[in-house]
Nanobody
Framework: QLQLVESGGGLVQPGGSLRLSCAAS????????FGWFRQVPGKEREGVSC????????TYADSVKGRFTIRRDNTKNTVYLDMNSLKPEDTAVYYC???????????????????WGQGTQVIVSS
């Protein structure tokens, strides 16, 4: 049974950095693409980034381009999101998601991803 477990969230000051991790188990996850989404109360879940099965292709939301980096280590079945220059508007619950295809979708939308983690809270505040 597939399980995605996020970790690495926490409280950080504006301008700081965090690394989120998503550990996948119970599935041949290295064949599939992964995405990171985030959600704040009262708003829809927003696509942040996606990485293809091999890691050769990545996509980012405009709001995080140049600040966030997605990468994966298929030997560890883990996907990472390195977040730098964090802003208060980055505050959200961050979710990892698996897509049942090797490539990322043209747009980062929830229906394109089939399995989700439980989320990890990121708070950017002074």
């Amino acid at each position: 049974q597939l399980q995605l477990v996020e970790s690495g969230g926490g409280l950080v000051q504006p301008g700081g950095s965090l690394r989120l991790s998503c550990a996948a188990s119970g599935y041949a996850s290295h064949y599939y693409s992964f995405g990171w989404f985030r959600q704040v109360p009262g708003k829809e879940r927003e696509g942040v980034s996606c990485i293809s099965d091999s890691g050769s292709n990545t996509t980012y939301a405009d709001s995080v381009k140049g600040r966030f980096t997605i990468r994966r280590d298929n030997t560890k079945n883990t996907v990472y999101l390195d977040m730098n220059s964090l802003k208060p508007e980055d505050t959200a619950v961050y979710y990892c998601a698996l897509r049942g295809f090797s490539s990322c979708p043209s747009t980062l939308r929830e229906p394109y991803f089939g399995a989700w983690g439980q989320g990890t809270q990121v708070i950017v505040s002074s």
